[in-house]
């Protein structure tokens, strides 16, 4: 407490730890912050000991986008289009779809990360095949 200069109590601290309380986005921040951890990873580094599937790379080759049946396939191909917008990466045959990107996807389609992985399959660079 002393450290914090009385803004986070021992008490309360373990009861985040125990998760005996919620924590608010700004406070997490503020805790993370104090210990010199940068709030982003640590979340990210949470989000992947929750669900590591959801936060793979995942390459796709944009040629084979419309091997994805059904509406899924529609949705990971406007999202591709929409990537490859912000990237501003026209001319290329191959995605990456960063960490957290199928867990957005999956969100998006209502399936679970592993089983839009395995409708995505038809779509990803092989290992053979990727150069990148």
């Known amino acids: 407490m002393v450290r914090s200069g009385g803004k986070f109590k021992p008490s309360v601290i373990g009861g985040y730890e125990r998760g005996e309380r919620s924590i608010s986005l700004a ?14 990873r640590l979340l990210a580094e949470v989000m992947s000991s929750l669900s590591p599937e959801a936060r793979d790379e995942v ?16 949705t990971v191909a406007e999202y591709v289009h929409r990537i490859k917008m912000q990237r501003g990466d026209y001319l290329t045959e191959v995605i990456t ?16 990360p592993s089983a839009l992985l395995r ?4 779509a990803l660079r092989s290992e053979a095949n990727h150069t990148s």
Request: a negative charge.
């Open 27 to 40: 406070r997490f921040c503020d805790l993370a912050n104090f210990y010199g951890v940068p709030p982003d």
């Open 97 to 112: 779809l960063r960490s957290g990107d199928l867990q957005a996807l999956s969100m998006a389609t209502g399936e679970s």
């Open 119 to 122: 409708k995505l399959r038809p």
């Open 59 to 74: 390459v796709i080759d944009v040629n084979k986008l419309t091997l994805i049946l059904g509406e899924e396939g529609r």
